[in-house]
């Protein structure tokens, strides 16, 4: 499950890191009491391990990347589609008055644009995260209605912690390689 570029390891930290502490700030919207500290310390991982992560990148930029003038261009249509989904689908949901689904909509549509980005880049890590992401948009809903907080709350949690251990992992493989 290893990227073969210690560079990619290291952007997967990065922007897995990155995401996690946006995920736990979106479930910042509505958390009960108690849960602020929890989100706090989830946000505050994710970005410590991005901020690594990126000192390994930098260390590595030029060692080569699976990012290059063929990937390159598809990589970039992969991830203007998963924007445009994600846009669109917020969009009807806003219109038809079900903003509340909103964020698991968006993690839905971010665990399924891992899948081709898997393939493309070559980095495996990408198929369990986009499994493990798309069962937390899934669930999400379900443990909200259950535990009766908001679905953004859970959809955060849920998303921000699966993104923080991948970028743990994503680290690991840094090392590793390093």
Avoid: C
């Avoid at 952007?11 to 736990?24: E, Q, R, Y």
């Avoid at 009807?92 to 008055?97: K, V």
């Avoid at 968006?106 to 493309?120: C, N, S």
Wanted: charged letters at 10%; hydrophobic letters at 60%.
């Amino acid at each position: 499950m290893t990227a073969e570029f210690v560079r990619d390891a290291a952007m997967l930290t990065v922007i897995f890191g990155f995401f996690g502490m946006a995920w736990f700030g979106w479930a910042q919207e509505a958390p009960p009491a108690k849960a602020r500290a929890v989100l706090g310390a989830g946000s505050g991982l994710s970005i410590a391990l991005a901020v690594v992560g990126g000192v390994f990148a930098w260390r590595h930029w030029n060692d080569g990347s699976a990012i290059d003038a063929d990937t390159g261009p598809r990589f970039g249509i992969i991830v203007g589609v998963e924007v445009a989904f994600a846009g669109v689908g917020s969009g009807i949901l806003a219109w038809r008055r079900r903003s509340e689904f909103i964020a698991p909509w968006v993690a839905f549509v971010v665990g399924v644009h891992f899948i081709p980005l898997a393939t493309l880049l070559k980095l495996p890590l990408l198929f369990p995260a986009a499994v493990l992401v798309v069962l937390a948009a899934w669930a999400s809903v379900r443990l909200a209605r259950a535990r009766e907080v908001t679905v953004s709350y859970m959809t955060g949690l849920l998303t921000g912690t699966s993104l923080l251990l991948f970028a743990a992992v994503s680290l690991v493989q840094t090392l590793t390689a390093y």
